[in-house]
Structure formats: structure tokens, C-alpha cells
């Protein structure tokens, strides 16, 4: 079937995060929410189906993942990607932050070093420092518009050349972003190979958060970390989710591969008591998206393509000041805002209070996310023109 992504859906008074914040934070109502990653579009018919028919069975008791979810993913990696994983290797949790937890808990001891690279995802900070463990930052390197992995740094970090520390590295853990929240970046094989060398000559823990593996714009190719080598594979923990995907977050379901026995071993017992697996409705929409979603995610794709070069567009002719680096995957549009000499502090505020506009802060990304926004692009096309005509009117105001 055909579906109408123009529809504009009035979440207001369903508690949405997205437009909730607008009905409670502000006093001006009429902003835009572009920031937290979902998406202002219906899902796919077969998902809401499949969950109308669960729940008019009216029974919701405890529920396992069925046989066919774990083929769908199987096949749905042996597809996708030509990677062949094994039933036992996928453990399910109600969203990939919990089982980023999990794995820094499980791997690591308090005072370990865990390594991500900045701006990223602000829960990966906090799952860090939470499970009081040091962040280190090899932070990535903007080069003509693009993001760049410093590789230098990520060996220096491991083993520094000179050292105050003990002789044993403390480092135990990376977390990678794959597809990268929210410069937007795939990393390429190439990336990936050279991250996966110094794993696993480290001795390291590879937790790849690549939930937003399957929101890729033409010319990408996402490639999980595990399936390049066994040895690769022996280090991992793959996050993966429909939530992303299908616009699902509400529901709570991911699966998690791990191929090492050991690791999974260890992981099963850190979140034992603490993390449930998804419940029935999360397992269900799980299901249906990934046997009968491709026909609106190939239409979804299109869509966020035609969004993505219309701002594009809009930015490079009427708000030239404002550098967009252009995504390769996610919905997530990271907006270089530098050259408007806004104090990097106030600029969320000016684009909330000056343009109407509800973005993420680049500065919640870390350090080198200061005078950055994060514009999410997945709404109907009438939005995001009338978010962008604001943003305009805002900076030649200024
Ligand atoms: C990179 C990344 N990881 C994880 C999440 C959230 O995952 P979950 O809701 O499954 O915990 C998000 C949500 O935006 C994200 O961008």
C-alpha cells in the first residue's frame, strides 16, 4: 500500500516526550519539537494489526520471544548484511540504553576507563559515570564538514606513550555509535576493520550501538561491527531495534547479539533482576516489523531522503551561515551554528524562544558539541518547512 507521510498527526495530549515537553515547558506554546529521535509518522499498517489482534486476545501474561521473531532476525541479518548469527547469540531487552548499562557492569570493575567518541548520545556518558567508570573521550575530528575517527588517539588512550597509571591499562570497554547519533556518520569497512584491530589486540569489549543501522540515506551501507571477522565477533556486543526503524521506542523491544558464550554468559547475569525481557506488545510490534515492514520502510526512506535534500536546500540558499554536516544515516541533522556568533549557551534558548524551534543542544553531546544542534527530520514535510522558514526569520533577525 501506499503511505501518506505528509499526514499530519496531532500528538498533543497523548504524552508524547517530544510534544509533551512543549505543553508543560513552555509558556509560548507554539514551538516545534525537532529533537528527541522519534518520528511524527504512523507506523507500519501489518505492526498495528499484528498489535490490535494480540490485544483483543485480552490475556497479557508473561510472554518469550516466539520462534519466528528470532528467525525474522536471523534472516533479517543473513539479508541485510550476509551475516550469519545463531538463535542462542540474541538476548532481548526492553531498549539498548539498559543493555548498554548492563555490559558496562558486567565488563567492567569501579574505576575502569570506558572510551567513547564525542559529540555522542548523551546516555553513553551517563551509563558510564553511573557505573562509576571513568569517560574517555577520543573525541571525533571535524575535517572539511565531515567526522572523522582520530585513530592516533584511540591507540594513545589505550596505551599511552608515557604513563602515571599502573602498568595494566585501565581501559576496558569502547562504546562505538553506528550509524553515529548525531553527527551521522555509517563508518565505512575500513573504519571498522582498523577500530576492531586495536580491540582486539587490547584485549577490548566492543559494545556497537548500531540501533539506527537500517535509516540510511543513498550511497550508505551499514556493516555491524561483529560480522567482519570470527575475532571481531568474539569481542562484541551488537545493539540492535526496530524502534528506530519502525518508530516503535515507545514499545520497548531490542535484541542484543552477542556470539561469545562467555560474554553473554556475563552479560545474562548483570542484568538479571534488573532488566526484563520486552513484554508482549514490544515482542509483537518486533515481529511484524521485521516480517511484514520493508513495504513502508523502502517508502519511509524515500521520504527522509526528499526531507533530507530539501533542507539541504533550504540551508545552503537561505541560511548560508548555518553549516549543515550531511548525514549519512540516522534522522538526525547536526547543524554547525558557529558562525552565528550565538553564545553556545544560550543558542538552544534562541532557537526555542527567537525561532519557535525545539532542537537538541549540541552541548548535551559533549564538549565539542558547543554551538551544534541536532534537528530531527523525520515529520511531514509542512514541519520541517515551517521549523526551517523559522529558523530564517530568527537569524536575520539577528
Ligand atoms: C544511538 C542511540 N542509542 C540508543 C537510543 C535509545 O535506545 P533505547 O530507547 O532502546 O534505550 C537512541 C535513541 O535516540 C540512540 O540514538
Request: net charge neutral; proline share 6%.
Amino acid at each position: 500500500m501506499k503511505y501518506n507521510f505528509d499526514q499530519i498527526i496531532d500528538r498533543l495530549n497523548t504524552d508524547c516526550s517530544k510534544w509533551a515537553n512543549v505543553e508543560s515547558i513552555f509558556t509560548d506554546k507554539d514551538v516545534l519539537p525537532l529533537w528527541i529521535a522519534d518520528m511524527d509518522f504512523p507506523i507500519a499498517q501489518p505492526i498495528t494489526k499484528a498489535l490490535k489482534k494480540r490485544a483483543d486476545h485480552e490475556i497479557y501474561g508473561y510472554t518469550r520471544p516466539s520462534k519466528a521473531l528470532i528467525e525474522a532476525i536471523i534472516n533479517r541479518m543473513q539479508k541485510k548484511y550476509n551475516w550469519a548469527i545463531k538463535p542462542e547469540w540474541i538476548v532481548f531487552t526492553p531498549g539498548v540504553i539498559p543493555a548498554i548499562n548492563a555490559a558496562i557492569k558486567a565488563f567492567s570493575n569501579h574505576g575502569d576507563e570506558v572510551i567513547i567518541q564525542g559529540p555522542v548520545y548523551p546516555p553513553f556518558w551517563s551509563a558510564i559515570t553511573n557505573n562509576g567508570c571513568h569517560i574517555v573521550n577520543n573525541q571525533l575530528k571535524l575535517n572539511n564538514g565531515r567526522y572523522k575517527i582520530n585513530f592516533t588517539g584511540l591507540e594513545n588512550i589505550i596505551n599511552p606513550a608515557i604513563s602515571i597509571k599502573p602498568s595494566s591499562s585501565r581501559v576496558k570497554m569502547m562504546i562505538l555509535c553506528n550509524p553515529h547519533n548525531p553527527v551521522g556518520r555509517v563508518w565505512t569497512r575500513e573504519d571498522l576493520v582498523k577500530i576492531g584491530e586495536i580491540i582486539t589486540k587490547n584485549n577490548l569489549i566492543m559494545v556497537s550501538d548500531e540501533i539506527h543501522c537500517e535509516i540510511l540515506f543513498k550511497g550508505s551501507k551499514h556493516i555491524p561491527f561483529a560480522s567482519i571477522t570470527e575475532e571481531f565477533a568474539k569481542h562484541s556486543i551488537i545493539c540492535m531495534a526496530p524502534s528506530k526503524t519502525f518508530n516503535l521506542a515507545g514499545l520497548g523491544a531490542s535484541s542484543i547479539i552477542i556470539p561469545d558464550k562467555e560474554l553473554r554468559d556475563s552479560f545474562n547475569a548483570s542484568r538479571a533482576g534488573f532488566i526484563p525481557q520486552p513484554n508482549v506488545f514490544g515482542l509483537i510490534a518486533m515481529e511484524a516489523a521485521y516480517l511484514y515492514g520493508d513495504e513502508w520502510l523502502v517508502q519511509l526512506l524515500d521520504y527522509l531522503q526528499n526531507n533530507l535534500e530539501y533542507l539541504l536546500n533550504f540551508f545552503k540558499q537561505r541560511i548560508p551561515n548555518i553549516k549543515v554536516i550531511k548525514p549519512e544515516g540516522t534522522y538526525l541533522v547536526w547543524l554547525d551554528c558557529r558562525e552565528l556568533e550565538v553564545d553556545p549557551i544560550a543558542l538552544n534558548i534562541f532557537m526555542k524562544e527567537n525561532a519557535r524551534v525545539g532542537l537538541m543542544d549540541g552541548y548535551l553531546f559533549g564538549p565539542s558539541g558547543a554551538g551544534f544542534q541536532r534537528l530531527n527530520i523525520a515529520c511531514p514535510r509542512a514541519i520541517l518547512e515551517e521549523a526551517l522558514k523559522r529558523i530564517e526569520e530568527a537569524v536575520n533577525k539577528l
